[in-house]
């Protein structure tokens, strides 16, 4: 694989992981510190986690024909930049109710606009003939960015905290969390937009969605057993 293309699917793989972070990434690593400051139980990350699967689930359906329509980076950098915005609703102390919304939305913002355009862009990196190790470096750069991520996000943490490791002001630094991730993800939009833009766009006309194609799909039992 040329080293264009490698470098373009790097920008593929940082902007993959970064538009997880908000809902994952935070939660995986400080959740007694998420329960502590907006005083959500378990019970209620349950149902923000559900609300983001019946979002997601939709989206998944609906943003594939949008990745064969759109240009892929416009539709990534949309995803990212929504995906911070949608991240205001937690940066001050969020009801439960509005910490289930938020995550409700991330199921359409992450998923949605990203997903079917960062697979389809992978895919046209790889080609046919390294179509599987750009899918592998794909998944596996996703895991060594948050790997990095976790570990910048606990150096930020560790300097509001004492000696003996009591974070001071529990609500500032999960803020700082949120606002550090959303950093990010800008700068992986920005990246986006000027690594992929050479990414050939498929001919619609060969890929073009169509209900007998959704049939056909559906009739496919290697379908059903890999759902």
């Avoid at 293309?5 to 940082?14: D, E, F, G, H």
């Avoid at 990212?80 to 937690?90: A, E, F, N, P, R």
């Avoid at 990203?114 to 080609?127: C, D, E, R």
């Amino acid at each position: 694989m040329k080293i264009k293309k490698i470098l373009t699917l790097i920008t593929v793989v940082v902007a993959g992981e970064a538009i997880f972070m908000h809902p994952f990434l935070v939660p995986r690593l400080y959740r007694p510190l998420m329960m502590e400051v907006w005083s959500v139980n378990n019970v209620q990350i349950g149902l923000a986690f559900s609300a983001y699967g019946i979002t997601a689930m939709f989206s998944y359906v609906l943003g594939g024909p949008f990745a064969d329509k759109y240009e892929p980076r416009r539709l990534m950098v949309v995803s990212l930049l929504t995906t911070v915005i949608g991240s205001g609703l937690l940066l001050y102390r969020p009801s439960a109710t509005i910490f289930i919304i938020a995550y409700g939305f991330f199921g359409g913002s992450t998923i949605f606009l990203m997903w079917s355009a960062m697979l389809k862009v992978t895919h046209q990196i790889g080609g046919r003939q390294s179509r599987t190790f750009a899918m592998g470096l794909l998944e596996g750069g996703r895991g060594f960015v948050a790997a990095l991520m976790s570990s910048l996000l606990v150096f930020i943490v560790s300097f509001q905290s004492d000696n003996a490791g009591h974070i001071e002001n529990p609500s500032n630094t999960l803020r700082s969390i949120y606002l550090s991730i959303s950093i990010f993800m800008i700068f992986s939009s920005c990246i986006v937009w000027f690594g992929i833009k050479n990414i050939e766009p498929r001919k619609l006309e060969a890929y073009k969605w169509t209900l007998a194609k959704a049939k056909v799909m559906a009739g496919d039992i290697n379908l059903w057993l890999l759902s």
